[in-house]
């Protein structure tokens, strides 16, 4: 079915009024016609809702970029629910800095069945920082004791 400029416009005015997933089937539909302004917010009113995978998939069809800021914030307010897991996602989604992911981990350790994850975040996300593996070999080297070897006949 050939591209429709109604369908887009259509498409706009329900993501006005709010029926994301009327705007975003007529979006679909017509993709090479609505312009990355309508995807992005579509993408922006998807996220309101916390409709993550929607919207993610949004902005692969439109080619934006996620909405990284709005993201990081949304995941900031889960963590502060102790919704670990929907900041997690986000987290990982955003491309959160380290300050972020420590909070997680401060999160994590405060809840004793979390150890698993908060190791495996602390391995993924805060592992060594740039420069400190160096540091690091080098204190290991000056700890070393020398071996002696000894001939056995």
Excluded at 55 to 67: D, H
Excluded at 130 to 150: C, T
Aim: charge should be neutral; charged fraction near 35%; include cysteine.
């Amino acid at each position: 079915m050939p591209a429709s400029e109604s369908e887009v416009l259509v498409g706009r005015r329900y993501l006005e009024r709010g029926f994301l997933d009327a705007a975003m089937r007529l979006f679909v539909r017509n993709a090479e016609l609505v312009m990355a302004a309508d995807w992005a917010s579509l993408a922006e009113r998807l996220l309101e809702r916390n409709r993550i995978p929607d919207a993610v998939r949004v902005c692969e069809l439109g080619g934006v970029p996620l909405p990284r800021e709005r993201m990081l914030v949304a995941a900031d307010a889960s963590l502060r629910r102790k919704d670990v897991d929907g900041a997690m996602r986000l987290y990982e989604l955003a491309g959160a800095d380290r300050e972020r992911w420590g909070k997680l981990v401060d999160v994590l350790t405060a809840l004793p069945d979390r150890e698993r994850q908060a190791i495996e975040i602390v391995e993924r996300h805060l592992g060594p920082e740039p420069g400190a593996e160096a540091s690091r070999e080098q204190h290991s080297a000056d700890l070393k004791v020398p071996r002696q070897i000894k001939a056995v006949k």
